[in-house]
């Protein structure tokens, strides 16, 4: 399916350069030989801007994908300022030093080729890599120390082979950690029934002394977004979910030993979602609590029920960079610790990325967490 998408979109930037071109060479926009050197830049400063709204919008009608649109408008600007580039130092610029042939070059915007190149591969390699991210938590309502780990949005099989996926089991399980969260997203509408199962065989191998636990994300039981592909139904994810031995938490708490409370919150986008009040009302405020919810919303909410530690995902950091400076501007958490009231949020970037096999704002990890008494 990427092929494809890279291929139409090859296709596309073709045609509309080639359009683009002709109308330039033809005088359709320019008259004047003496004002060339200037709308030089602004022709290819347009033609790119031009090419990669309209690959952007290619992309995100046949992927359904907004960060795969992104990811291909990047690619739409490096094609067309390659192409623009070579056009320049051929139409004309032969006859002149090399120099000058060069500087031609500069300006058809070759450092923006360099940076888009750069930043499209160190994406493709990032999201290959994945990290372990601490946090260290005292509490005068534990009575013993828990490790826990959170994992979300590996969004198999986007970016990841299976052994991403099998070395960081292995790498959850050498921690012997006392409870593991799958936190949302694990899979989604692009996960192939196949892959499903493949996913869930491998996280069925993780082993914690209190349980591993499943709380719902946004994409994971979404319909298919390829209608040819076979897709799991919302009853097969359930089943592959619970007969490894997760249990899921739908709006539900638990209880671990006598000074620990976990509590899963259904996801934001979910219609029936209980709120913070009616979601941790029966719950001791004499234990430890911790919310678990896919999207890092409601935050303040959930602090002012007492909760003393909440988990999300959802975000990718960003995915794109520069998107997560954007996250901010509409008051969502982006990424890392941050502090509501006598509650510290957590929000995972998570284990791989979304829509395509590229990351570039932010890093791949789980998150290991130690509760230790004070
Ligand atoms: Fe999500």
């Excluded at 969004?155 to 082979?161: D, K, L, V, W």
């Excluded at 349980?211 to 977004?225: F, L, T």
Aim: one cysteine or more; hydrophobic letters at 45%; glycine letters at 8%.
């Amino acid at each position: 399916m990427y092929i494809l998408l890279v291929f139409l979109w090859v296709l596309l930037n073709i045609n509309v350069w080639t359009l683009w071109l002709m109308l330039c060479r033809s005088g359709f926009f320019f008259e004047s030989r003496s004002r060339r050197k200037k709308e030089v830049r602004a022709r290819n400063a347009g033609a790119a801007i031009i090419v990669a709204v309209l690959s952007a919008g290619m992309a995100t009608a046949i992927s359904w994908s907004y960060t795969a649109a992104f990811e291909l408008l990047a690619c739409g600007v490096v094609i067309t300022e390659i192409v623009f580039a070579v056009s320049e130092a051929a139409a004309g610029h032969f006859s002149q030093s090399v120099k000058k042939r060069l500087g031609a070059m500069r300006i058809s915007g070759i450092p923006a080729v360099a940076i888009a190149l750069f930043l499209m591969i160190f994406g493709f390699v990032n999201v290959l890599h994945v990290s372990e991210t601490d946090y260290s938590f005292r509490s005068s309502k534990l009575h013993r120390s828990y490790t826990v780990v959170f994992l979300a949005d590996v969004h198999y099989q986007t970016a990841q082979p299976l052994s991403i996926l099998q070395d960081s089991v292995s790498r959850i399980n050498a921690l012997s950690p006392d409870i593991i969260v799958l936190g949302g997203d694990i899979t989604d509408e692009f996960s192939t029934d196949g892959e499903l199962q493949e996913c869930y065989e491998e996280l069925g191998k993780l082993h914690a002394s209190c349980g591993v636990y499943y709380i719902y994300g946004n994409h994971d039981r979404k319909k298919s977004a390829r209608p040819l592909i076979p897709h799991y139904t919302q009853d097969e994810l359930k089943h592959a979910i619970a007969s490894r031995g997760i249990r899921v938490l739908e709006d539900k708490s638990v209880g671990i030993g006598d000074d620990l409370l976990l509590t899963g919150r259904e996801d934001y986008s979910w219609p029936d979602k209980a709120d913070a009040k009616t979601l941790l009302a029966d719950t001791n405020p004499s234990r430890y609590r911790i919310v678990l919810s896919h999207q890092p919303k409601g935050a303040a909410d959930i602090s002012a029920q007492g909760a003393d530690l909440m988990l999300s995902g959802h975000t990718h950091g960003g995915g794109l960079f520069p998107l997560q400076f954007t996250y901010p501007l509409f008051g969502s958490l982006t990424q890392g610790r941050y502090t509501f009231g006598n509650m510290t949020e957590i929000t995972s970037v998570g284990l791989s990325s979304w829509g395509a096999p590229c990351k570039t704002a932010a890093k791949c990890e789980y998150l290991v967490i130690r509760l230790s008494p004070e």
